[in-house]
Each structure stands twice: as C-alpha cells, then as structure tokens.
C-alpha cells in the first residue's frame, strides 16, 4: 500500500512523497509532485496534494484498476469512499443517516488533488478531458464582463463536492478577551506581566489584523516596523525558506498597519526575548522569526502551526463554556474581516487587508454579513476596531 513520506535534505526545504510497496517514490506521482515544487508551491500543499493521492492510490488499488484507465464513476465512487467508508463496486440502495469521516471541505480538497493530478499528466499527452470536465452551463446565472464574446463553453469539474454557503464562523469580543487574557495579563499595581506574552501577542496579531496564522508565524522581526511618533505597520513579505515550509498565501507582499498597543504588547515580548538571551544566541535579531519556542532545549527555535493548535486545546479546555468548543486561529481571521465590514469599513479595503488576490473572493465568503444585521447584536464590533488602526492606503 501506498504511504506519504517525509523528505529531508541538506540544504533544501523539508518536502513529501509517497511511497509504493517497494518503498520508492510512486514514478507517476512523484513526476507530478516535482512540478508542485518547481512551480513555487509550498511544502505544506505539497504534503497535503501527496496524502490526497496516497489514498486515492490505496482506493485504485481496491478497484483493481490503473491510474490511467479511470472512469467518470470513479471519481465519485471515491468521494463516497473517503467520506463514508463506501468501497468501490458498493451500492447502498437504502442509505442510513452516516457521520462521514471527513468535512466537507477536506473531501473537496482530497478530489481537487487528484484532478490536478491528472490534469498535469493530461498535458503531458494523456486524454482526460471527458472524465475530468463537463461542458454543462453552470448553476448561476451570473455572466461576467465580455462573457458574451467567449466562444466556448465554460468548462466544470465532472465531480465535485457540493458546498452549503454558511456564514463564516466567529468570536465575540468577550470571548476574544478571554482568550487572550488567560494567555498573559498585565497587573498594573505589579507593573508587570503574567502568564505568555508571546501567546498573547499572537492571538492579538492574528485579531488585529486578519493575518493567517502561517503568514504570522512567518513574520521576521525586520518586518516590524515600530511607531517611533509614526504609525506602526507590519510588512507581509513573501519568502520561500521558512523551515517547517510556511509561507504567505499567493506570495504577495501586502503591508497592514497596526494600532499602538499592539506595538507596545511587542516591545514588551522582545525586551523579553533579550532578557532571555536570545539577542546573543541567534546570528541576527533583524532575521530571527518572531514568534519561537521559549522551551528548554529548543529556544529561539520557529514555532511550528502544530504548536500553536496544541495551546489552543488546552485554552479551550480551560476556558469551557466561555469560548465555542470548537473555535481555530483562523476564526480571528473571519472576526477581523466581519468586524471590518459591520464597521462601515469598504469591501477592497477589507479585502486588501486579508490578501486576498481578488475582491470577489471577500465578497463570496463574506456577502452574508451586509444580510444578517441580527449579527449586530452579538458582539459589540464598533468597540472591537477602534482598538485597531486601519488605513485605507493598504499596499
């Protein structure tokens, strides 16, 4: 059976591949999967392409088939497989209520995989078309500018997992401060902090700005740009060499400017780093990465996604009630942008802000919040960006 495999070479960014029952490199997969890296995609999707394709390669493997004498029926035989469990050849002609094992985002991800799959390999003199696409009008009626000259059709996937519009989930500016306050807090009659400053910066960070948290973690301290009388800002800048493969999502560079506090919370978190003696064991403070590990044995190291996802757990479980059970750094990132409309703010800047590479992208995840103004009542989102500084010459 077929199984991902981590690749580390010297020099060279961490990378994946899979694996056959000889324990090489699958030729076809791989050929696929060194043009993921030449194109400049990140580790982390090529990972998630390879564990897309191992499975699908484990399912060929229970339909006796080969990779290059697949059926349209095939492709949706496997969606049932990954999220249900339904083997190939299975017809469930009265189905019963199923928990499917995947979301439906992971199982459109997983079947986007094997499509680019053979797309590549379709370029490279195969014949997929009919499989692949179907030429069927689309479900909306929408027509974009100049459609009307468009000779042919457009072209959809065959397959293709079905999504709900749902609005994009949230916290509360109450449940924010939780949050952050069980991370570190400042006693005034003390004069100083408890608890992570570090954690609390981040969660700040990812609040203020709307950023991913791959694109904060891979902030460098030379990217902070601290007020000195001026206003603050950060710049998100595109690099390929961040050890555990993070990187800034469609590599543009996007600068996001930053409220005083927040650049005091991170004076206070490097006169830390400097206290701890990392100004002394790191070659440049100006190339460090922001945010590393403060734990005995790997200081001053990257933090890794996975870190940061272990913290949240143990916030959730601490917190309970206080907080939704099932809450993500990315939901600071879908706070940021709802609290950013409700505040009047106009739908480009929004979308400038998040990165995003077109407006109609901020538009098509976040069209249900000018509809719900019951949203308004919730949270106080007026009060949560006045904290925040926010200009509207967004680079």
């Known amino acids: 059976m077929a199984r991902v495999q981590r690749v580390l070479l010297d020099g060279a960014e961490t990378t994946w591949t899979v694996l056959g029952d000889d324990f090489l490199p699958i030729p076809d997969i791989e050929l696929y999967l060194e043009h993921l890296r030449q194109t400049g995609h990140s580790p982390n999707t090529v990972k998630s392409y390879s564990r897309s394709l191992?499975?699908?390669?484990?399912?060929?493997?229970?339909?006796?088939?080969?990779?290059?004498?697949?059926?349209?029926?095939?492709?949706?035989?496997?969606?049932?497989?990954?999220?249900?469990?339904?083997?190939?050849?299975?017809?469930?002609l009265h189905p019963t209520p199923a928990t499917s094992r995947i979301a439906n985002s992971t199982a459109s991800l997983r079947i986007q995989a094997v499509r680019?799959?053979?797309?590549?390999?379709?370029?490279?003199?195969?014949d997929f078309g009919t499989i692949l696409y179907s030429d069927r009008p689309a479900q909306s009626s929408y027509e974009p500018f100049l459609g009307h000259t468009r000779r042919r059709r457009h072209r959809g996937a065959s397959v293709s997992v079905p999504r709900r519009r749902l609005s994009a989930?949230?916290?509360?500016?109450?449940?924010?401060?939780?949050?952050?306050?069980?991370?570190?807090?400042?006693?005034?009659?003390?004069?100083s902090w408890s608890g992570s400053v570090r954690d609390r910066l981040?969660?700040?960070?990812?609040?203020?700005?709307?950023?991913?948290?791959?694109?904060?973690?891979?902030l460098q301290h030379r990217d902070w740009h601290a007020g000195r009388g001026e206003s603050p800002y950060i710049d998100v800048e595109p690099r390929e060499n961040h050890p555990h493969g993070l990187r800034v999502k469609g590599s543009r560079y996007r600068k996001i400017h930053i409220s005083d506090g927040l650049d005091r919370l991170y004076a206070e978190y490097v006169w830390q780093l400097c206290e701890a003696g990392m100004d002394l064991a790191v070659p440049s403070m100006d190339d460090a990465y922001v945010f590393v590990n403060l734990r005995r044995g790997h200081e001053f190291t990257p933090m890794r996604a996975e870190t940061v996802y272990k913290r949240v757990a143990r916030i959730r479980k601490a917190l309970g009630p206080e907080v939704p059970p099932k809450?993500?750094?990315?939901?600071?990132?879908?706070?940021?942008?709802?609290?950013?409309?409700?505040?009047?703010?106009?739908?480009?800047?929004?979308?400038?802000?998040?990165?995003?590479?077109?407006?109609?992208?901020?538009?098509?995840?976040?069209a249900w919040v000018s509809e719900d103004e019951e949203?308004?009542?919730?949270?106080?989102?007026?009060?949560?960006t006045e904290r925040w500084r926010i200009d509207d010459e967004i680079g």
């Open 375 to 384: 949203l308004r009542s919730l949270a106080d989102w007026q009060k949560l």
């Open 327 to 366: 809450w993500t750094p990315h939901w600071f990132r879908h706070t940021h942008a709802t609290a950013m409309l409700l505040a009047g703010a106009p739908l480009h800047v929004v979308s400038r802000r998040l990165g995003h590479a077109d407006v109609q992208t901020t538009l098509d995840i976040y």
């Open 202 to 218: 981040l969660f700040t960070l990812l609040e203020e700005t709307g950023l991913r948290l791959g694109e904060a973690l891979s």
């Open 116 to 126: 680019s799959f053979y797309v590549f390999h379709q370029w490279r003199g195969h």
């Open 169 to 191: 989930p949230t916290l509360t500016v109450r449940q924010i401060d939780a949050i952050k306050n069980h991370c570190g807090r400042y006693d005034p009659e003390v004069g």
């Open 54 to 92: 191992q499975l699908w390669w484990e399912f060929l493997v229970l339909l006796r088939r080969p990779w290059e004498q697949i059926q349209i029926e095939d492709l949706s035989a496997f969606l049932a497989w990954i999220r249900i469990g339904v083997p190939p050849g299975i017809t469930v």
